[in-house]
């Protein structure tokens, strides 16, 4: 393995024992926390294993947290479910979003580029008005969850640790088909999609199963998010705030990388929950958060990971050069310790 894997490797794995741990040490608030960093982790890097594998920019992830939440809503209103069961339905809303994500893949991936992102918005405002306008979703007032009856010291640790296996199965998963054929086809796609299929890709029936595996991740957090929220609300369910998110912390951490999307929400969400603590006007943070994006697009495009490693990349070129230099000695036909021309003169003045 190379050195870069054996330490990205052991990064993830030091992250993974100390998630395991939070819970234990008793504080509710910075479990409650860490439910939402979580499921920020999850949806990133699903998001990115679509838009950062292929290269189309969706802003329409909402749409499929949304169906999740009001899958798991709708199923346990009508069969009237409480208590540790409900954790069982996350997967049925994860497979209806998939299920959504067919035919919306397949009207919004016959284009490319901006009209793309304009198709998923378009689409995200319809599936939004139709959660807030018909009667079986609750219309504005939404649909409440059964009461929990459950010890107050320990009531979000399943909700953590749910949180936590749904991120480790999306980020085994994106490294699993980052090193895939299929993960080479994707890439080839962002690459030059043309050409891609010119070599033979079935660049449609890529493209639409890795938007199916996204939404199916950010469906089944979509469950979990409608007991961790306690209602499933239109303005929650289908946020575009959440689309821009998770894509903000896409470009943060590395825009098409493995670890990008986790360093970026791991870097972004602590911080949006201390806004919405510390600034009463939400729109603010929300202003803040768009004047963020904007600057690092701007000036780091391709995030903090691969940056800096440009930087660590080129400065250690660099030393090799030098000390190659200095190996090599002087250049042949030039006297040993000769003083060079300039400062001969310099001296000599």
Do not use: C
């Not at 939004?128 to 649909?143: D, H, P, R, Y």
């Not at 939400?282 to 940056?307: K, Q």
């Not at 070129?317 to 040993?336: F, H, I, L, T, Y």
Request: glycine share 12%; aromatic share 12%; hydrophobic share 55%.
């Amino acid at each position: 393995m190379r050195p870069a894997v054996i330490w990205r490797a052991a990064g993830l794995a030091a992250l993974l024992a100390v998630a395991l741990l939070v819970p234990l040490d008793g504080n509710v608030v910075l479990t409650q926390v860490g439910v939402l960093v979580l499921m920020y982790v999850g949806s990133a890097v699903a998001w990115n294993i679509f838009s950062g594998f292929t290269g189309y920019i969706s802003l329409g992830a909402a749409v499929f947290f949304g169906v999740g939440v009001y899958t798991v809503a709708l199923i346990t209103k009508h069969l009237n479910l409480t208590g540790g069961v409900v954790f069982a339905l996350y997967p049925l809303g994860g497979l209806v979003a998939a299920a959504v994500a067919v035919p919306f893949g397949l009207i919004a991936l016959r284009v490319r580029r901006h009209t793309f992102v304009v198709v998923t918005i378009a689409v995200f405002f319809i599936f939004q008005l139709m959660a807030s306008n018909f009667s079986w979703t609750g219309g504005a007032i939404g649909i409440i969850p059964p009461y929990l009856n459950w010890n107050a010291a320990t009531v979000w640790n399943p909700f953590y640790y749910t949180a936590l296996l749904i991120a480790v199965v999306a980020i085994v998963l994106a490294w699993g088909i980052w090193g895939s054929r299929f993960g080479l086809q994707l890439r080839a796609i962002r690459d030059d999609e043309d050409r891609a299929r010119g070599l033979g890709v079935k660049t449609m029936r890529v493209k639409l199963t890795a938007f199916v595996i996204s939404g199916f991740i950010i469906g089944t957090l979509g469950g979990l998010y409608f007991y961790y929220q306690a209602d499933a609300l239109p303005q929650y369910a289908f946020n575009p705030f959440f689309d821009l998110t998770i894509a903000l912390m896409a470009f943060l951490g590395g825009f098409g990388t493995l670890v990008g999307p986790i360093v970026g929400a791991l870097l972004l969400e602590p911080y949006l929950g201390w806004a919405q603590q510390a600034v009463s006007n939400t729109y603010a943070a929300e202003v803040v958060l768009g004047a963020l994006f904007l600057i690092v697009i701007i000036f780091l495009p391709r995030g903090i990971l691969p940056t800096v490693g440009e930087k660590l990349t080129a400065a250690r070129a660099s030393r090799q050069r030098r000390a190659a230099e200095r190996a090599a000695g002087p250049p042949p036909g030039s006297p040993v310790g000769a003083t060079p021309a300039g400062s001969a003169a310099g001296g000599a003045s």
